[in-house]
């Protein structure tokens, strides 16, 4: 993970160059507005100080005609400028491109990850890539002492097309907001309705993306990246029936992938505590490597004492992955 | 020594000797005013204390102090209570009671009882505030704006909340009524509604939103029971309600009320600048109509909080359109304001310092609130620390500023006593120092993408966040010297007299100092405007035992 939210200040987006001028222009011409103001009031308040006024120089002005159809007008003039720009600015994120010409993703917010769906490829395989974000790990001190695993889930799409997110929520969930401060973009997400976004990238990269809309205990930890991918190596990733990811620095060990997946919010690794699930300390002596395998990929079908069918989620991965997964469950590495 | 209103009292029920029920069942609006202060710094104090808290966790990303949920819990109880406690109410509760009735010479408000109950109505629904986030599963963690269906799913208590707002919103409407009906009927005679001092005006346009928009949370309440006791799909999607339709009715009352906070403060900065320019106020017309043209407008504009919710894009431009024009009105005042200290003769006491130093803080707050009017540009600022930092200039910047100017202006009519103003201008300093450190940072986080709400932020951040928490620090450390600068001016300071300022509204033409039970001797007769002054001189002047004019 970095320091920084990746990516914000690279221009990568066809939006930036427009939002950008639009914040800029309001700055400075609100800057003006506001020493139009403060300046003569600190002018004025040394000027007319008590101390240099005789009582007999008080003026009595109190109404200027000019003056102030001035300071009415031009700040009309200003505020629809500044509209001007606020709607084309809005035009600009929301006006949606024609869906043949673009990439369409589902995109699902659900508490506290991302999860997004490709259409079916060539070979009618569906690439579901998505995921829960690992919390870095602190010292008592509050420093950091491994980073976490930002956009571990990320959202793979190619340089240079327009992309569509068709976003919702689970009904049982709440709001989320998708937010790419890169792309300087944001969309609610919302349960039983959907939202659209869209974004052209236009550099090759990764970029962070945020949940901006209150969410509860993990909000802060709802992260997720967009990877921008040259056209070919995406269309290759795309074509293949592999369900692993294609690109970046994400660590794809046993351990990673056990936290990426939100398995340890259920299950205790090295104890018999029950969360949700069983502990899975010293589950390698109890089984072989093909019994958890399928206890991940077909959970239903051996249910330990004690427990019921339905809760555990079935989770597809690719084969490296899955051995990688057991593997950790049977040595902790 | 002529007794004031500290010395005796009218009570709603019965004349109990012992002076503490005297003050419970007082229907003086002075003292009941003063309980109003009293609670509310109490909870004023509180909600500081958990914003400090906060602070002190985002110090430094990860986890120092408290965890995630706990800082949810933080930040919902400091929102609530600042808002719906504290300031929502606070001025009109506390200016208007005690200076409103003496500005335009009446006894007391229409309804003293009613005033007397509404106090505890809004005591009531403190009560019941605080108790819905505690009862449940610990203190609620929905946030301030309470959204669906978040709020509907987890353990907090929702409808007791709503009711909470209910009863507080009651307790807004009857102080609203009684104001209402005090300024159309309890006028000194000849005091047309173009004499009256701006405050008034301020307080009369807020008084109006009070009646108009607190009804729209009874409606949200009602709909909440309907869904939560029927089962009635209306906000929640499991139930094919819409989320959105919360919101909307959220804001409907919530961005009136934005108005609620700000009208009566810019009463007060009209207040504040004519008597410390001894020159009568620039566009006196103009501020009065602005007042009543935001808090019209104001009513149409709810929409600019759901740019990203998904509302259709004619709406957003429509909304968007509207909320400009509420700035510009806003603007005139600015400007009419400056134009006054023009060939003034500007003294330079505390409750004038504040108000410049608002005049600062406030067009920060201002301008900010127009970057997030632009439709475009909220899209990627909507929900960072630019929009916290927005508000927190506009609202703690704004009004509790200009509150804090009328608790220095209006000290000696309350007191009776002087506070030192060395020691007071230096607890401004030291405020405005702080303020400005803990918030302007939080603009550029908001810029770079800090959104709010986040207990832990990405170490790029961390600047900011400590730069934050130092302005926090002073700003804290400034008002508690300003409060104890208070403290020592009302146990030891000198007597101040009648009109210590040099003012001219009747509120300084009291026969004794504090106000006696009874406020003027007579009823005045009101031939001339709120600020006439000459050669820097108020130009009338009153005999304070006939109230007849001596000038
Ligand atoms: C004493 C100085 C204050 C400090 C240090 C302070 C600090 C904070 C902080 C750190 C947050 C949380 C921001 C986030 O995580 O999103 C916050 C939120 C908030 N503050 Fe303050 N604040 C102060 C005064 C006030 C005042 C005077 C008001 C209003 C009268 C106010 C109203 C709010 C509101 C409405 C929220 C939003 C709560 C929510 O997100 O639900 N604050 N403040
Ligand atoms: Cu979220």
Redesign the interface.
């Given at each position: 993970m970095s320091n920084k939210l990746e990516g914000f200040s690279t221009s990568a987006s066809t939006f930036n160059a427009d939002l950008d001028f639009a914040f800029w222009l309001h700055i400075w011409l609100s800057v003006g507005l506001f020493l139009s103001v403060v300046v003569p009031m600190i002018y004025f308040a040394w000027k007319y100080n008590a101390n240099k006024v005789k009582n007999e120089d008080i003026g009595k002005v109190t109404h200027n005609t000019t003056l102030e159809i001035l300071w009415t007008l031009i700040p009309v003039a200003i505020m629809m400028l500044f509209f001007y720009y606020g709607n084309t600015t809005m035009k600009m994120f929301r006006t949606m491109p024609a869906e043949a010409q673009s990439l369409v993703i589902n995109v699902e917010g659900s508490k506290w990850k991302w999860k997004y769906t490709y259409p079916a490829n060539a070979s009618g395989h569906v690439h579901e890539v998505g995921g829960v974000y690992k919390k870095p790990v602190m010292n008592d001190d509050g420093s950091i002492k491994e980073h976490g695993t930002m956009g571990i889930s990320a959202l793979y799409v190619p340089k240079d097309t327009n992309i569509i997110l068709k976003m919702t929520a689970p009904l049982s969930d709440v709001l989320h907001s998708y937010y790419i401060p890169a792309f300087r973009t944001k969309q609610d997400v919302v349960p039983g309705r959907e939202t659209t976004l869209w974004f052209n990238a236009n550099r090759v990269g990764s970029y962070d993306v945020e949940c901006a809309e209150y969410c509860g205990a993990d909000h802060a930890y709802m992260y997720s990246k967009v990877v921008v991918m040259e056209k070919a190596d995406y269309e290759a990733w795309y074509n293949s029936n592999k369900g692993d990811t294609p690109k970046g620095d994400f660590p794809k060990d046993g351990k990673s992938l056990y936290a990426s997946n939100g398995c340890a919010s259920c299950h205790s690794i090295d104890s018999d505590t029950i969360l949700v699930g069983p502990g899975l300390k010293g589950i390698g002596a109890k089984y072989d490597s093909e019994y958890l395998a399928n206890a991940l990929t077909n959970p239903d079908k051996d249910v330990p004492e004690g427990f019921y069918p339905g809760i555990m989620p079935t989770f597809k991965f690719s084969d490296e992955d899955l051995k990688n997964i057991v593997k950790y469950m049977e040595t902790g590495k | 020594m002529s007794k004031t209103y500290f010395d005796e009292t009218h009570c709603a029920i019965g004349h109990p000797k012992s002076t503490f029920m005297q003050w419970m069942l007082t229907v003086d609006h002075k003292r009941i005013g003063l309980m109003y202060a009293a609670v509310m710094f109490t909870f004023f104090f509180v909600a500081v204390f958990t914003a400090l808290l906060m602070r002190f966790e985002l110090f430094?990303?990860?986890?120092?102090f408290i965890d995630?949920?706990t800082f949810?819990q933080a930040f919902t109880l400091h929102g609530v209570i600042m808002i719906f406690l504290f300031i929502i109410p606070g001025i009109p509760a506390i200016f208007g009671n005690i200076v409103m009735p003496l500005m335009i010479g009446a006894k007391d408000v229409s309804f003293p009882r009613l005033n007397w109950a509404t106090f505890w109505l809004y005591i009531l629904g403190c009560c019941v505030a605080l108790a819905s986030l505690f009862i449940g599963e610990g203190v609620a963690?929905t946030?301030w704006t309470f959204?669906a269906?978040?709020s509907l799913?987890?353990d907090t208590n929702v409808i007791m909340a709503l009711t909470a707002a209910f009863i507080l919103g009651f307790a807004s409407i009857l102080t609203g009524l009684n104001f209402l009906v005090t300024i159309h009927r309890l006028r000194a005679p000849g005091m047309t509604f173009f004499k009256m001092p701006l405050f008034v005006w301020g307080i009369y346009a807020t008084a109006w939103i009070q009646l108009l928009a607190t009804p729209v949370i009874g409606i949200t309440l009602i709909l909440a029971v309907m869904e939560k006791y029927f089962g009635i799909g209306i906000f929640d999607?499991?139930k094919?309600g819409?989320?959105?339709l919360f919101q909307h009715l959220f804001w409907i009352y919530s961005h009136p009320a934005v108005y609620l906070m700000i009208l009566p403060a810019f009463g007060i900065m009209s207040e504040i600048i004519p008597t410390f320019?001894?020159?009568?106020?620039?566009?006196?017309r103009?501020i009065a109509l602005s007042s009543a043209s935001i808090a019209g407008i104001g009513y149409l504009v709810w929409g600019h909080h759901l740019?990203?919710?998904?509302m259709s894009?004619v709406a957003?431009?429509v909304f968007?359109?509207l909320t400009?024009?509420v700035?510009?009105p806003t603007?005139?005042k600015?400007?009419d304001w400056?134009?006054t200290?023009?060939?003034?003769?500007?003294?330079?006491s505390t409750p004038m310092i504040w108000g410049?130093g608002t005049?600062?803080t406030f067009?920060?707050g201002g301008?900010t609130g127009?970057?997030i009017?632009?439709?475009?540009?909220?899209?990627?600022l909507?929900?960072?620390y630019y929009s916290v930092a927005h508000f927190h200039y506009a609202i703690l910047g704004g009004v509790v500023f200009l509150m804090f100017a009328g608790m220095h202006y209006w000290f000696p009519l309350i007191t009776g006593k002087m506070y030192k103003e060395t020691h007071a201008k230096a607890a401004f300093y030291i405020q405005f120092v702080g303020f400005n450190l803990l918030w302007f940072p939080m603009f550029i986080a908001g810029?770079?993408?800090m959104?709010?709400?986040?207990?832990?932020?990405?170490?790029?951040f961390q600047i900011y966040h400590q730069v934050s928490f130092y302005g926090a620090l002073i700003f804290v450390s400034g008002l508690i010297y300003m409060f104890w600068t208070f403290y020592r001016g009302w146990t030891k300071g000198e007597p101040s007299g009648t009109n210590p300022w040099n003012a001219t509204t009747l509120e300084w033409h009291m026969p004794s100092s504090p106000p006696p039970l009874e406020n003027h001797s007579k009823v005045p007769y009101v031939d001339f405007n709120p600020y006439e002054?000459h050669?820097?001189?108020p130009v009338v002047k009153f005999n304070y035992e006939t109230m007849q004019r001596i000038d």
């Amino acid at each position: 993970m970095s320091n920084k939210l990746e990516g914000f200040s690279t221009s990568a987006s066809t939006f930036n160059a427009d939002l950008d001028f639009a914040f800029w222009l309001h700055i400075w011409l609100s800057v003006g507005l506001f020493l139009s103001v403060v300046v003569p009031m600190i002018y004025f308040a040394w000027k007319y100080n008590a101390n240099k006024v005789k009582n007999e120089d008080i003026g009595k002005v109190t109404h200027n005609t000019t003056l102030e159809i001035l300071w009415t007008l031009i700040p009309v003039a200003i505020m629809m400028l500044f509209f001007y720009y606020g709607n084309t600015t809005m035009k600009m994120f929301r006006t949606m491109p024609a869906e043949a010409q673009s990439l369409v993703i589902n995109v699902e917010g659900s508490k506290w990850k991302w999860k997004y769906t490709y259409p079916a490829n060539a070979s009618g395989h569906v690439h579901e890539v998505g995921g829960v974000y690992k919390k870095p790990v602190m010292n008592d001190d509050g420093s950091i002492k491994e980073h976490g695993t930002m956009g571990i889930s990320a959202l793979y799409v190619p340089k240079d097309t327009n992309i569509i997110l068709k976003m919702t929520a689970p009904l049982s969930d709440v709001l989320h907001s998708y937010y790419i401060p890169a792309f300087r973009t944001k969309q609610d997400v919302v349960p039983g309705r959907e939202t659209t976004l869209w974004f052209n990238a236009n550099r090759v990269g990764s970029y962070d993306v945020e949940c901006a809309e209150y969410c509860g205990a993990d909000h802060a930890y709802m992260y997720s990246k967009v990877v921008v991918m040259e056209k070919a190596d995406y269309e290759a990733w795309y074509n293949s029936n592999k369900g692993d990811t294609p690109k970046g620095d994400f660590p794809k060990d046993g351990k990673s992938l056990y936290a990426s997946n939100g398995c340890a919010s259920c299950h205790s690794i090295d104890s018999d505590t029950i969360l949700v699930g069983p502990g899975l300390k010293g589950i390698g002596a109890k089984y072989d490597s093909e019994y958890l395998a399928n206890a991940l990929t077909n959970p239903d079908k051996d249910v330990p004492e004690g427990f019921y069918p339905g809760i555990m989620p079935t989770f597809k991965f690719s084969d490296e992955d899955l051995k990688n997964i057991v593997k950790y469950m049977e040595t902790g590495k | 020594m002529s007794k004031t209103y500290f010395d005796e009292t009218h009570c709603a029920i019965g004349h109990p000797k012992s002076t503490f029920m005297q003050w419970m069942l007082t229907v003086d609006h002075k003292r009941i005013g003063l309980m109003y202060a009293a609670v509310m710094f109490t909870f004023f104090f509180v909600a500081v204390f958990t914003a400090l808290l906060m602070r002190f966790e985002l110090f430094a990303p990860g986890q120092q102090f408290i965890d995630g949920p706990t800082f949810n819990q933080a930040f919902t109880l400091h929102g609530v209570i600042m808002i719906f406690l504290f300031i929502i109410p606070g001025i009109p509760a506390i200016f208007g009671n005690i200076v409103m009735p003496l500005m335009i010479g009446a006894k007391d408000v229409s309804f003293p009882r009613l005033n007397w109950a509404t106090f505890w109505l809004y005591i009531l629904g403190c009560c019941v505030a605080l108790a819905s986030l505690f009862i449940g599963e610990g203190v609620a963690d929905t946030g301030w704006t309470f959204y669906a269906p978040y709020s509907l799913n987890t353990d907090t208590n929702v409808i007791m909340a709503l009711t909470a707002a209910f009863i507080l919103g009651f307790a807004s409407i009857l102080t609203g009524l009684n104001f209402l009906v005090t300024i159309h009927r309890l006028r000194a005679p000849g005091m047309t509604f173009f004499k009256m001092p701006l405050f008034v005006w301020g307080i009369y346009a807020t008084a109006w939103i009070q009646l108009l928009a607190t009804p729209v949370i009874g409606i949200t309440l009602i709909l909440a029971v309907m869904e939560k006791y029927f089962g009635i799909g209306i906000f929640d999607p499991s139930k094919g309600g819409d989320p959105v339709l919360f919101q909307h009715l959220f804001w409907i009352y919530s961005h009136p009320a934005v108005y609620l906070m700000i009208l009566p403060a810019f009463g007060i900065m009209s207040e504040i600048i004519p008597t410390f320019s001894r020159k009568e106020i620039f566009g006196y017309r103009t501020i009065a109509l602005s007042s009543a043209s935001i808090a019209g407008i104001g009513y149409l504009v709810w929409g600019h909080h759901l740019y990203t919710s998904g509302m259709s894009d004619v709406a957003k431009s429509v909304f968007s359109f509207l909320t400009f024009f509420v700035a510009i009105p806003t603007g005139v005042k600015f400007y009419d304001w400056i134009a006054t200290m023009y060939q003034g003769k500007i003294v330079l006491s505390t409750p004038m310092i504040w108000g410049l130093g608002t005049i600062i803080t406030f067009a920060i707050g201002g301008i900010t609130g127009i970057t997030i009017t632009m439709i475009g540009v909220d899209i990627h600022l909507q929900d960072t620390y630019y929009s916290v930092a927005h508000f927190h200039y506009a609202i703690l910047g704004g009004v509790v500023f200009l509150m804090f100017a009328g608790m220095h202006y209006w000290f000696p009519l309350i007191t009776g006593k002087m506070y030192k103003e060395t020691h007071a201008k230096a607890a401004f300093y030291i405020q405005f120092v702080g303020f400005n450190l803990l918030w302007f940072p939080m603009f550029i986080a908001g810029w770079y993408g800090m959104p709010r709400r986040y207990f832990d932020y990405l170490p790029e951040f961390q600047i900011y966040h400590q730069v934050s928490f130092y302005g926090a620090l002073i700003f804290v450390s400034g008002l508690i010297y300003m409060f104890w600068t208070f403290y020592r001016g009302w146990t030891k300071g000198e007597p101040s007299g009648t009109n210590p300022w040099n003012a001219t509204t009747l509120e300084w033409h009291m026969p004794s100092s504090p106000p006696p039970l009874e406020n003027h001797s007579k009823v005045p007769y009101v031939d001339f405007n709120p600020y006439e002054y000459h050669h820097g001189e108020p130009v009338v002047k009153f005999n304070y035992e006939t109230m007849q004019r001596i000038d």
